[in-house]
């Protein structure tokens, strides 16, 4: 996959070198550009920002500089790109868009700042090639930028490749749509605090039984709103005696044979 990220402050993404992330671009998996936004101002104060038109505080993203970058990005001679613009106005992103984003041949992100980009430059660039806005939740951060590099660590790892098998039992794990349970490690007692007996049992079965219900357990008491959402059949008689006994309310029609 190819990666553009267009911004004010290419020192930000400056963690895309590391880790993980820096890694499957060493092995060729990902490949990532960081662009000046600035590198498109003709101006000597090479300004992006301008006052809102109808007035009110803070400042906007003038359009122009952002038009010249995306038709040099755009340009022909490259894979088809979809634009992400990471705002709080967005689509909200789950791991079901991870999952769209990293089937893309190619991203542009543009990191918008202050008030935000004219909204002119993303009704053109929708007419030219698909724009996602995308929201990381309901809070409002300076920029972009880490908005960028939260999408682009859910996105890598699920390159093929970038993960060994193991992780990829992780991640169908995760895509049954529950919270993961509590995990442990050595030592068996740690500050008088044990690891439940049933891990150490070395009986598969239970222990799978075990981190279900947990699972369940997390989920229902945490974010109902996941549990309402599983798709018919995904809770089994033994799931639903299980939140029953534990006292949560399901809505009806959940429950498989
Ligand atoms: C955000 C993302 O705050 C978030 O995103 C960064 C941001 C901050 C300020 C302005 C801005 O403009 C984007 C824009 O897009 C058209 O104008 C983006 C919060 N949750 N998820």
């Not at 993303?122 to 409002?140: H, K, M, N, R, Y």
């Amino acid at each position: 996959m190819q990666v553009d990220v267009v911004t004010i402050f290419p020192d930000y993404l400056a963690p895309l070198d590391l880790s993980l992330i820096g890694r499957a671009r060493r092995a060729g998996l990902l490949s990532v550009e960081v662009h000046d936004l600035r590198r498109w101002t003709h101006d000597v104060h090479r300004t992006v920002d301008d006052t809102p038109y109808g007035g009110g505080a803070g400042m906007v993203m003038r359009p122009e500089p952002w038009g010249a970058a995306l038709d040099e990005l755009t340009a022909a001679g490259r894979p088809p790109a979809r634009l992400v613009v990471p705002t709080p106005v967005g689509e909200r992103f789950d791991q079901a868009m991870a999952q769209r984003l990293a089937a893309e041949p190619r991203l542009i992100f543009a990191c918008g700042r202050y008030e935000g980009i004219d909204q002119r430059v993303i009704d053109e660039a929708a007419a030219a090639l698909p724009v996602t806005e995308v929201s990381l939740g309901d809070f409002v951060i300076f920029g972009g930028e880490v908005a960028v590099l939260a999408i682009l660590e859910a996105v890598t790892r699920l390159i093929p490749g970038v993960l060994g098998n193991a992780g990829s039992l992780v991640e169908e794990s995760h895509s049954d749509g529950l919270l993961e349970g509590p995990v442990y490690t050595k030592p068996p007692q740690w500050r008088g605090r044990e690891v439940p007996e049933i891990l150490r049992s070395g009986d598969h079965g239970r222990i799978a039984r075990w981190r279900r219900d947990q699972a369940l357990l997390r989920t229902a008491s945490r974010r109902p709103d996941l549990i309402a959402g599983l798709p018919a059949g995904k809770l089994d008689k033994k799931d639903i005696a299980l939140l029953v006994a534990a006292g949560f309310q399901l809505p009806a029609g959940d429950v498989a044979e």
